[in-house]
Each structure stands twice: as structure tokens, then as C-alpha cells.
């Protein structure tokens, strides 16, 4: 099929030419030359893509595309769908990367030659690395004709960034573009999961020098077998057969899975229904699986041999998947599930939870931050399962963990508001000690964070197991001696807010002054104009929206890497301005060498003043003005979005900005002030509250 049949929306467009969705439908509505559209909808129209690269190169709009852009597109427009020409790509990865010569053999006929021969090829390959039953199957050669364009090109995108890399790509944008299609296990959660699957006192997985089967009998994306470093054999299983097959290659495409890595068995079908590995016994179960279901089989599977701790309610799916990785375990072997928090303390599955914990099968309950998987605004849990050996006496204690994070309640719950490095020492450094075998001193208690519950506490009428339920609470403010630091910081903190209030304002009459805008600012070169992405890598924080309104330090985490350059980390500098773009309120934050560094995050507008023309001070307090937010505010039905272009400064010079400068910095120090003030004084107030109810500061 000829490269033109590949359609793109207007999102794709803006993608092309790294701008904005507003700028393509100008576009339509300005040149009556823009390619008329092909398919979509009227809401969601789509266009050819080869009109769209030709008419952007003739407005001089796009040099070349890139490539990565190009085989996104041509793999986003497939006629037969995106999943189907992504499974057809990581077979031509797979092909690529193990038989790099047959591949250039293939490539060197015509388009109907090569879809002719391919079959072949590719399923000599998929069988040397899955074995006859997969859950890959052999595209046939009137399959693969349509894709053979897309195959060209991936391999090309191969050659520049690798066969794995290559295909991450094209499934991380597959991901992105249908986040409802898909639940996503995020990396950070299933390195610390796969961590917890270690056997005690293991070091060695890292280095290559594990042994182990692991089994994920809901593999979802595959995300948890990738982090289950070198074992010597993966298992999995998925209910979707276009996700099973798209997950069976991305494990083949990782780095270290490779034809000498270990074995893979990957199979589509309903786990709980169809089990695909019956009588499997693995060393380590990594389990993340769907939520709250009720048609998971309860009606089919009363008498099924897995329900050994007792057999589920309907309501409680997630106890079914628990004993199904049970039943999959070796004696001694280790299951980590993810669950909800629900399923610590709902009645309809007291009973369940009390065998598990008379058996000791049950060893800890990890309590999360919100934010650290779908959905993002619950606390998830995760359960760390044993399989308990027959001439091993029951473990007599469960580990309670609450890995949430104090200092970011009440802040946004999102995955980017989440430090996992703390999150992960923080349950590691309570697992390891507790999980030693013949372990004979007691645990450390950390209140408020963790603690060993002898299991006859846990089994009372209601067998909760929520870790908050059974955690001391920390010292009331860090106990009394903490509460008197509070208190003379916030003495001191009173005291520089009384020298830092504002003399009494002097009137004067209003006077007319030329004013001019941010978009004129930034077209005569006075200032640079820029939108946050949040994108980038390493440990670089992100300053995010909820940073500026509150006065914080960065505090998150980039995202993915930027596809386009106008999705370029923006790294902050001192004297820049930052605006939200939400929200509505007359907020601006100056950056200090404090912040410089950080990325700036999404919904942030950036204004990087030319110093010679323009002082950031002046110019910073001028866009809070009430006034000036009101009128460069545009509102919907849910949302005020400020747009900066339109915000005004007057037109003075520079000496004269430096005095309405030093004002507004004044003010700025005061706010700030007054912040931490507030911030001591609620500390103290709760500490207190605490102190007199727990008994550790006295009513005196």
C-alpha cells in the first residue's frame, strides 16, 4: 500500500510542525490550500499524510519530518489499526535485531516481494523465541502487505536509536494516545515490587546472577516482568490478545531477554477462567490486576482447587487473584500483588484474610502514597505473599508499612507528585531487617511508618489490615522538644513579618501611562515566551503548578521524553518569571538561584526577560495585577486559562522599573513571610492538639 494511505488528525499535525492544535486549525481557516480532510469526523477530522508534509514544506513550515515522527504516523494511521500494525512492527524489530542479514536480504525486493517472504521469516524467529504456542501469531503475507512501508521505516528507526528503543517508542506514544485503553503499572511501583519478589538477603538479581521463574498472570503491558531483572524463565498471561502479543514483544525486544536470556511463555486468555500454565510452580509472582471486578468467575469457580484459604465473594476479585498467585508459588516462593485498599478491611473477605494470616501466607501490607498507579487519587496497597512450606511453623508476625508521604498531603495526587526513590527505601528499609530467614530479634518499630503485628492482634471480628489502623502514631510534632523548635521558629518568623509589612500606602493620583504587551514584549525581543512540557530524564526536579501556588520547592518528576521539539525540557534560570495557566489568580513567581536548575512543568507559562530591557521584579508584579488578570483571562464551563501574551506592563525605563521593582520584591519577601508563618503556626496548633490527646505534652 502506498505511504500516502496514511492518515493524521490535527494533533498530529501540530506534532509535525511543533506547534500548538490552535495554530493548525488557523491554519485550515486561513489558507484555502490546507489539504481538505480524508476521513475522521467533523470534530476529529483526519488528513493524508503525504498533503500534509508537502503543504507544510511549501509554507516553509517543515523542513523534513522526523523519522520517529513519520513512522509514528504511518503506524497510527494503519488501515487494519494501530495495535495490529504495532505487533506487525515488533516482529520486524524482533527480525532486525536477531537476524540483522536475513532482514537485509528481505529488504532488498519490492513491497508485494517482501510481504511474500516475510511470513516465513518472522515465524522461524517468533518460534525460536516463544516456542509453538504464542501468543504472536505469524502475520500472514496479505497481512503484512499494507505494513511493509512501516516496516522500511521502523527498521530505519532501528538503526539510529536500537530495535528496543525503537519499539518503546512507538508503544509509549500507543499508550499515551489511549490512556482509558490501558492500566499501567509505573516504572518506579514495579521496580519496587520486583524488589520485594527478591528472595531474603539476595543481592545478586542485578548482577545477572539469579535463577528464578516469575509469573505475572495479569502482564497488562508487561511493565513488572521488565523490572523482574534475569530469571531464568518469564510466564505470563493476558486477557487481551492484541496487549498479550504486543507485551510477548516488548519482553523479547528488552535488552536482557535476549535469544541466550531466559525462556518466555506468553499466553492470551482469562486467567482466572483459563489458566494457561495449570500446575505451574514458580519461584515469584508479580501480580497487578484489574479492580473491583464482578464477572471475574464466581459463578464458574466454586469448586476450583485454588480457593485453598477459602472461596471469594463476588465482591471480592481481588482475593481470587491473590490465591491464584498462591497456587502458582513453589513452597517458599513470593507473590507481590498490588491491590486496593478496600480489600485490607472489607467484611465480605474477613475470613479469607484471617487464613492467610493463620497460615502465614500473608507476611506484609504496604500501604502507598496516592498517585502511585491507576487510579492515581487512591492509596494503593501492596500484599507480600508467601508460599508457606509444609515443615515450617507459621510466621507469627505481619509487617505494616505506611510508605504515604506527610509532607505532600493535601498536595495534587499524581504520578509526578511522587519521590519514589524515598517511597522505595522507605519499605525496603522495613522489609529487609523483617524479612530474614530465622530471624529471632524483634523489629524496630517506626512509628508512624512500620511495625511487626503479632498475628493473634489481627485476629479479632473485623481482620483489618490496614496499616494505619495498627501503626503508633509518630510523636505528636516530633514530640515536645520538636514543638518548642516550632514555636521559636515561628517567633522569629512573626518577628520578620512585622519588619517586612509595608509602610502605609501613599495616595496619589492616577496617571495615564503607555502600556504595551507580554506578546509585544516577546515579538520585539524583549522577552522569551515559552509553555512548561514537564519533560525530561534524570533526577532533575520539575517545577509544577502546584509548586508556584503554594511557594515550594520543585517537587516533581519528568515525564517521558519529549516528542517534539516543542516539548523540550525548559531548565530555569534566575530571573525568570513563571505564570500558571490555570486557575485564574494573580499569581507570578520570580526565580531565585534556589529554583534555578529545575525543569518548568506543565500548565506553566515561562517569561525569560532580555535583563537590559526589562527588570524581572517589575515585570513579575505587574502581571498580578487584578485587573490585568482579568482581562488576559479567557473562561470556560470548568476552567479560567490565562493567557500571558495578552497580559500588560507599562512602557518605562529601566531605572524607574528597578524602583517599582525593589517594591514588588518587598512584597514578594512579606508573602513569604506571612506563608511560613501560617505554615508554623498550624504545625504548632496540631502538635498541640496531638501532644494533649496522646499525654505527651502536659496541660500546663
Known amino acids: 500500500m502506498p505511504d500516502n494511505s496514511t492518515e493524521v488528525t490535527a494533533a498530529g499535525i501540530a506534532r509535525l510542525a511543533g506547534v500548538g492544535r490552535a495554530a493548525v486549525s488557523n ?39 522526523p523519522l520517529r515522527e513519520r513512522v509514528w504516523q504511518q503506524l497510527a494511521g494503519h488501515p487494519d489499526g494501530a495495535v495490529t500494525a504495532l505487533v506487525h512492527t515488533g516482529c520486524a524489530l524482533l527480525l532486525v535485531r536477531d537476524r540483522p542479514t536475513t532482514w537485509l536480504e528481505i529488504t532488498a525486493v519490492s513491497d508485494a516481494r517482501m510481504a511474500g517472504v516475510l511470513p516465513t521469516a518472522l515465524d522461524h524467529v517468533l518460534a525460536d523465541r516463544f516456542g509453538e504456542e504464542r501468543a504472536v501469531p505469524t502475520p500472514t503475507a496479505s497481512a503484512l ?24 517508542f512507538l508503544f509509549g506514544r500507543q499508550l499515551d494516545a489511549n490512556p482509558r485503553q490501558y492500566t499501567l503499572t509505573p516504572p518506579g511501583l514495579a521496580e519496587l515490587m520486583a524488589d520485594l519478589a527478591e528472595p531474603a538477603g539476595d543481592a545478586a538479581r542485578r548482577s545477572g546472577k539469579s535463577s528464578r521463574t516469575v509469573l505475572d498472570p495479569a502482564a497488562g503491558t508487561g511493565a513488572l516482568l521488565c523490572a523482574a531483572g534475569r530469571p531464568t524463565a518469564l510466564y505470563a498471561q493476558e486477557a487481551d490478545p492484541g496487549l498479550a502479543a504486543l507485551t510477548a514483544l516488548r519482553l ?66 481481588e482475593l481470587a487473584w491473590v490465591q491464584h498467585a498462591l497456587a502458582h508459588l513453589r513452597e517458599g516462593g513470593t507473590a507481590v500483588v498490588l491491590m486496593p485498599p478496600a480489600a485490607a478491611s472489607r467484611r465480605s473477605g474477613r475470613r479469607i484474610r484471617a487464613d492467610l494470616l493463620r497460615r502465614g501466607a500473608l507476611r506484609a501490607v504496604i500501604a502507598l502514597p496516592a498517585g502511585a498507579a491507576p487510579p492515581y487519587g487512591i492509596p494503593l496497597h501492596v500484599w507480600v505473599l508467601r508460599k508457606p512450606g509444609t515443615e515450617q511453623p507459621p510466621a507469627p508476625e505481619l509487617l505494616v508499612v505506611d510508605a504515604a508521604e506527610p509532607e505532600t498531603a493535601g498536595a495534587p495526587s499524581g504520578r509526578d507528585r511522587l519521590d519514589w526513590p524515598a517511597v522505595r527505601a522507605a519499605v525496603l528499609d522495613a522489609w529487609t531487617p523483617f524479612d530474614v530467614p530465622g530471624r529471632r530479634e524483634p523489629v524496630e518499630e517506626r512509628p508512624g511508618t512500620s511495625r511487626a503485628v503479632p498475628v493473634i492482634e489481627l485476629l479479632d471480628d473485623d481482620v483489618d489490615l490496614a496499616p494505619a489502623r495498627h501503626l503508633p502514631p509518630p510523636a505528636a510534632g516530633g514530640g515536645a522538644a520538636e514543638l518548642v523548635r516550632v514555636r521559636e521558629r515561628l517567633d522569629d518568623t512573626l518577628k520578620l513579618t512585622a519588619r517586612l509589612t509595608p509602610p502605609p500606602p501613599v495616595p496619589c493620583e492616577p496617571t495615564r501611562r503607555p502600556f504595551t ?95 537590559a530591557a526589562l527588570d524581572p521584579w517589575f515585570l513579575a508584579g505587574f502581571l498580578r495585577g487584578t485587573a490585568n488578570n482579568r482581562q488576559a483571562s479567557s473562561y470556560a464551563s470548568t476552567a479560567t486559562r490565562l493567557d500571558a501574551r495578552r497580559l500588560q506592563v507599562p512602557r518605562l525605563p529601566l531605572a524607574e522599573q528597578r524602583t517599582y521593582g525593589e517594591q514588588f520584591s518587598a512584597l514578594a519577601a512579606f508573602e513569604d513571610a506571612l506563608r511560613t508563618a501560617g505554615r508554623l503556626g498550624g504545625q504548632l496548633v496540631q502538635g498541640m492538639y496531638d501532644g494533649l490527646t496522646d499525654g505527651s505534652v502536659a496541660p500546663e
Open 145 to 168: 502487505l499494507p505494513s511493509v512501508p512501516l516496516l522500511r521505516a521502523a527498521a530505519e528507526l532501528a538503526a539510529e536509536t536500537g530495535a528496543r528503543q525503537a519499539f518503546d
Open 252 to 317: 523479547a525486544l528488552h535488552p536482557e531477554n535476549r535469544a541466550a536470556g531466559p525462556s518466555l511463555a506468553v499466553r492470551a486468555g482469562d486467567t482466572l477462567r483459563t489458566d494457561a500454565f495449570p500446575g505451574l510452580a514458580v519461584d515469584a509472582v508479580l501480580c497487578h490486576p484489574p479492580f473491583n471486578e464482578r464477572d471475574w468467575g464466581h459463578d464458574d469457580l466454586a469448586y476450583d482447587p485454588r480457593w485453598e484459604y477459602g472461596f471469594p465473594a463476588r465482591t471480592e476479585s
Open 517 to 611: 504587551t507580554v506578546g509585544e514584549l516577546a515579538r520585539a525581543g524583549a522577552l522569551y515566551l515559552r509553555t512548561g512540557s514537564g519533560a525530561g530524564s534524570g533526577p532533575v526536579p520539575v517545577l509544577t503548578e502546584h509548586d508556584v501556588l503554594s511557594g515550594a520547592a520543585p517537587s516533581g518528576t519528568p515525564s517521558p521524553p519529549a516528542a517534539s521539539p516543542e516539548d523540550e525540557p525548559l531548565l530555569l534560570e534566575p530571573g525568570d518569571v513563571v505564570v500558571p495557566v490555570l486557575g485564574g489568580g494573580a499569581v507570578a513567581r520570580v526565580v531565585d538561584d534556589a529554583t534555578a536548575g529545575a525543569v518548568l512543568g506543565r500548565n506553566l507559562q515561562l517569561l525569560r526577560p532580555d535583563p
Open 27 to 65: 491554519w485550515r481557516r486561513r489558507h484555502a490550500g490546507f489539504p481538505k480532510p480524508v476521513g475522521g469526523t467533523e470534530a476529529s477530522p483526519s488528513f493524508a499524510l503525504s498533503e500534509v508534509e508537502q503543504w507544510l514544506r511549501d509554507q516553509g513550515k517543515l523542513a523534513e519530518v
